[in-house]
């Protein structure tokens, strides 16, 4: 037998051996998923523990006493899970207040029409008598800029850009409308006005408003800010269209109170082979108050604490740690993401990938993923498993608010990315409560989490 014949020999045997480990892995990490499913999708937890916390507890807003009690209530819940550690982290929190249910009209030629609005999460008030003034619709904040500065002073600015319909991604369109809900009340503020109002994000026509938050400068004047139905901005455009100089009147009865203590809920199962690489799957617990929380983010905190769930019932030890974290304060702060990534450096903890779920319970399309090529090139090579379940989507991508100060840490981030087409109907709505989930679509999405979640934790990255 030559050398060069011997070489070969060695090589092609090694290839073959190499071949039958990845067949043999691939057929036990499919079965291990199959049963992933087949429990969540028939001895499933997700959907009873969602209506608990909707029906039972209700909104979340943080600082509030549901919010509280939504924390006891998880960790009491994961405690008799019989993980292997579930636990309290401490955080401070923004305590706002809505107040009274917020009242608007229009007021033209002596008739006064009812309009729906809500105040935008963090506004200001307005004062027992509200806000009575001219209006001017803006589409931009370029068009506002391009104002007359003395056409503004005194007055109370529509943002009236609507979430552009042709995108297929509601999530774009929304990306693109949002600045000004977020921004809005700073830069009509600097030109002397007195109220914003704007549209709600929604792409659907509706008479629900949506709130969610608005920010201020230290330095521009704080002004009371609300959103308005995407059914009273139409009407309220077509009235300004025939007469600019009609009145608007609001009352927003909300508050800003001292911070307060609360907490992030967390629990984990220790990997046995490589512990100090952690795994996290999450969502936010707290909501705002218009609804209950289901879409956003209570789907996202009973997918995440399933997935842990289903490691237990099925026996699957992991190679590596995984953690539930149900994170306080996204909708209006950031706090517990920012605190839980803080204690994560302070403890050298060494977070390989996250997972979060914030983009509603509906049918689950795959994983964006926020890290680099290889990284990305690694997870997307599990396509060939996950898509049997749907999962066909999984590359470059969002990973998600709560999870992203993780990434200074050089964690891989990825977000949960359920079928988004129906996801703003509900978003910081009336509408945001358990009735609007299904079943099923619940339970699949926890049941993609905990198959990523195995996959990760038994390779790593």
Known sequence: MTKLY??????ISFLCVANKVSAQTYFQDSIIISKIYNEALTKGKSYGMLQYLCNN??????????????????????????????????????????????TAFIEEKGIVNQVSICALGGSVGTGGGGIKAEMIEVKSFEELKARNVDS?????????????????????????????????????????AIGVIVRSMNVSIDDYPHTGSVRYSPTVNRIPAAAISTLDAEFLAKRLKNNPCLKFQFRLSCDTLPDVKSYNVVAEIKGYEVPEEIILVGGHLDSWDLGTGAHDDGAGCV???????????????????????????????????????????????????????????FTPRGFGIDADAATITKIEAWKELLAPYGLSEIGKGHGGADISPLKEQNTALLGLSPDP??????????????EGVNKRELELGAASMAAMLYLLSTYGL
Do not use: C
Not at 6 to 11: A, D, H, N, Q, T
Not at 422 to 432: I, K, M, P, T, V
């Open 152 to 192: 503004v002073r005194g007055r109370i600015v529509f943002f009236n850009s609507a979430m552009d319909a042709s995108e297929l991604n509601p999530f774009d369109a929304y990306s693109k409308a949002v600045y000004q809900r977020v921004n809005g009340a700073i830069e009509a503020a600097k030109l002397g």
């Open 6 to 11: 011997i070489k070969y020999f060695f090589v």
């Open 421 to 434: 087409q129906r996801y703003f109907d509900f978003h910081h709505s009336a509408l945001d409560r358990f």
């Open 303 to 361: 997918q995440s604490m399933e997935a842990l769930r289903l490691f237990k019932a099925l026996g699957i030890r992991p190679k590596r740690t995984v953690r539930a974290v149900l994170f306080m304060n996204e909708e209006n702060g950031l706090r517990g993401g920012l605190e839980y990534a803080r204690q994560a450096k302070l403890l050298n903890e060494k977070h390989i990938a996250a997972i979060e779920s914030d983009a509603g319970g």
């Open 57 to 102: 507890i209700g909104h979340r807003l943080s600082g509030s006493n549901t919010a509280q009690i939504a924390v006891n209530w998880t960790q009491t819940s994961m405690s008799k899970m019989g993980f292997d550690q579930v636990y309290l982290q401490e955080v401070m929190v923004p305590r706002w207040i809505r107040g009274e249910k917020e």
